[in-house]
């Protein structure tokens, strides 16, 4: 990314954490952590693969 602050990055990335965990609470489940939401969306795009999309 060009021109950002990593601070801002930061709190961004908490807030969306924040986000889905009151959606989490909200369907009576137990909230994730921060370690848990990266292992998540790393086993998603191991999944998912490669994509075959060509700019």
């Given at each position: 990314m060009?021109?950002?602050e990593y601070g801002k990055y930061l709190a961004a990335h908490k807030q969306?954490?924040?986000?889905?965990n009151q959606k989490i609470r909200e369907?009576?489940?137990?909230?994730?952590?921060?370690?848990?939401?990266?292992?998540?969306?790393?086993t998603e795009h191991v999944r998912k693969g490669p994509?075959?999309?060509v700019l």
């Open positions: 060009i021109g950002y969306q954490l924040s986000w889905e369907a009576c489940a137990e909230p994730i952590t921060l370690t848990k939401a990266r292992r998540r969306t790393k994509s075959s999309t």
